[in-house]
């Protein structure tokens, strides 16, 4: 009796199925313990938790993996006590943010380009996470630090000789230096971070003996720094004469913070945002309030600081809402434009020395609480200019806040 042939055909098809199914079911049953429920490509490498095969360090792993993959680090052999090293292009991401844990007095140092750190709380390290360029070799591209907690740090992250880098939904607390410190860093993004309680600056960019340029800070809450929120230098502390102007940070957008309660250790010191001897960066759209200087321009010895723009930002409730300082000998500060913003509240709203400097836009200036002239013409423009020194004045002051800041 011949066998149909479309029943041929089923049965066929069944001892397939079969075969595939046992193969597969050997395969599910060696399912890691718990799901990265990660989409990136390249091989998933696991540390910790109790899948077959999964590392017992992060640095086992790492020196496992290939460009490219990715290594996944569960909490429950969390704290990880460990020097971390990143030579290779990874993903390197823990469990639980608040529970996958790196404590060790070691960096967690990157030496590779395309490297991503995600979700860890990282403890007690002289530097939270560093990447160290090569300026006479080559620098680093496109690191992403994002979503961790870095704590009790000397400075929570480092990066030097770095470019196209992102930092961004970070808190970094308590470091005895500064939160993030970029030095002879370019076109890189800090954004949505929480930086608070270190013991001088929140974040500091430095172009000591050569550029950091194009830089953006936004959308992050700076607050309660010793000494300042956010510094912009072109260099440390130079030696001598022959060392000035070796080094320039310069381009740095800073928009759509919040800096608040910062230089309160020593009032001579920063504050919210101090830009010294630095040119051509703009500060807008931020709330700046209860810190010792608002918006700090400081020219030293033989330096100057020069066009820079201050538009459309609340300034409110400071020792001094803008400061223009060129205190040391043979420098100025000249052409910066401040316009359009809210000062409120502070104890002396601003101070000019030492150049000429532009209180409006030739046609709106800023919004100054106690100016009591008319508005003649009733255009919400002031009638007589604001003065703030003898060659600094808002000739078009605003009768009302200018509206809609953030």
């Given at each position: 009796?011949?066998?149909n042939?479309?029943?041929?055909?089923?049965?066929?098809?069944?001892?397939?199925?079969?075969?595939?199914?046992?193969?597969?079911?050997p395969?599910?049953?060696q399912?890691r313990?718990?799901?990265?429920?990660?989409q990136?490509?390249?091989?998933w490498?696991?540390?910790?938790?109790?899948?077959?095969?999964?590392?017992?360090?992060?640095?086992?792993?790492?020196?496992?993996a290939?460009?490219?993959?990715?290594?996944?680090?569960y909490?429950?052999s969390?704290?990880?006590y460990e020097?971390?090293?990143?030579?290779?292009?990874?993903t390197l991401?823990?469990e639980?943010?608040?529970?996958?844990?790196?404590?060790?007095?070691?960096?967690?140092?990157?030496t590779a380009?395309f490297?991503?750190?995600?979700?860890?709380?990282?403890?007690?390290r002289?530097?939270?996470?560093?990447?160290?360029?090569?300026?006479?070799?080559?620098?680093?591209?496109?690191?992403?630090?994002?979503?961790?907690?870095?704590?009790?740090?000397?400075v929570?992250?480092?990066?030097?000789y770095?470019?196209?880098c992102?930092?961004?939904?970070?808190?970094?607390?308590?470091?005895?230096?500064?939160?993030?410190?970029?030095?002879?860093a370019?076109?890189?993004?800090?954004?949505?971070?929480?930086?608070?309680?270190?013991?001088?600056?929140?974040?500091l960019?430095l172009g000591?003996?050569g550029f950091s340029t194009?830089?953006?800070?936004?959308?992050?809450?700076i607050?309660n720094?010793?000494?300042?929120?956010?510094?912009?230098s072109?260099?440390?502390?130079?030696?001598?004469?022959?060392?000035?102007?070796?080094?320039?940070?310069?381009?740095?957008?800073?928009?759509?913070?919040?800096?608040?309660?910062?230089?309160?250790a020593n009032?001579?010191?920063?504050?919210?945002?101090?830009?010294?001897?630095?040119?051509?960066n703009?500060?807008?759209?931020?709330?700046?309030?209860?810190?010792?200087?608002?918006v700090?321009?400081?020219?030293a010895?033989?330096?100057?600081?020069?066009?820079?723009?201050?538009?459309?930002?609340?300034?409110?409730n400071?020792?001094?809402?803008?400061?223009?300082?060129?205190?040391g000998?043979?420098s100025?500060?000249?052409?910066?434009?401040i316009?359009?913003n809210?000062?409120?509240?502070n104890?002396?709203?601003?101070?000019?020395?030492g150049?000429?400097?532009?209180?409006?836009n030739?046609s709106?200036?800023?919004?100054?609480?106690?100016?009591?002239?008319?508005?003649?013409?009733?255009?919400?423009?002031?009638g007589?200019?604001?003065?703030?020194?003898?060659?600094?004045?808002?000739h078009?002051?605003l009768?009302?806040?200018?509206?809609?800041?953030?």
């Amino acid at each position: 009796m011949q066998t149909n042939p479309i029943m041929r055909k089923g049965l066929a098809v069944g001892i397939i199925l079969l075969f595939v199914g046992i193969g597969i079911i050997p395969t599910s049953a060696q399912n890691r313990e718990k799901s990265s429920q990660q989409q990136l490509r390249g091989h998933w490498l696991y540390v910790g938790g109790s899948g077959p095969g999964n590392y017992t360090t992060i640095q086992g792993a790492i020196n496992a993996a290939s460009d490219g993959d990715n290594v996944f680090v569960y909490d429950d052999s969390s704290p990880y006590y460990e020097h971390v090293v990143i030579n290779k292009s990874i993903t390197l991401i823990g469990e639980n943010r608040d529970t996958t844990i790196i404590d060790s007095s070691k960096n967690i140092s990157v030496t590779a380009d395309f490297v991503t750190i995600s979700r860890f709380t990282i403890l007690n390290r002289e530097e939270g996470i560093s990447l160290l360029g090569s300026y006479n070799g080559s620098p680093r591209y496109y690191i992403t630090i994002s979503n961790n907690i870095i704590k009790n740090s000397g400075v929570g992250i480092f990066l030097k000789y770095a470019i196209a880098c992102n930092i961004f939904n970070n808190t970094i607390t308590t470091c005895s230096y500064y939160g993030i410190f970029l030095k002879l860093a370019s076109n890189c993004n800090i954004f949505n971070n929480i930086i608070t309680t270190c013991s001088y600056y929140g974040i500091l960019i430095l172009g000591d003996y050569g550029f950091s340029t194009g830089n953006n800070i936004y959308g992050n809450r700076i607050i309660n720094n010793a000494r300042s929120g956010i510094v912009i230098s072109p260099e440390s502390f130079p030696s001598s004469v022959s060392d000035m102007w070796t080094g320039f940070s310069e381009y740095t957008t800073i928009s759509y913070n919040d800096i608040s309660n910062n230089g309160y250790a020593n009032p001579n010191w920063g504050g919210g945002i101090w830009i010294d001897s630095s040119f051509y960066n703009n500060i807008f759209k931020n709330n700046i309030t209860h810190n010792t200087k608002g918006v700090f321009l400081d020219a030293a010895f033989l330096t100057s600081v020069d066009d820079n723009t201050i538009y459309q930002n609340n300034i409110m409730n400071n020792t001094y809402g803008v400061m223009i300082s060129a205190d040391g000998r043979f420098s100025h500060a000249r052409r910066n434009k401040i316009y359009q913003n809210n000062f409120i509240g502070n104890t002396y709203q601003a101070r000019s020395q030492g150049g000429y400097n532009i209180w409006d836009n030739g046609s709106v200036g800023n919004y100054w609480e106690h100016y009591f002239e008319w508005d003649f013409n009733h255009d919400g423009i002031g009638g007589r200019p604001y003065r703030i020194s003898l060659f600094n004045k808002d000739h078009h002051p605003l009768m009302r806040p200018y509206p809609d800041i953030l």
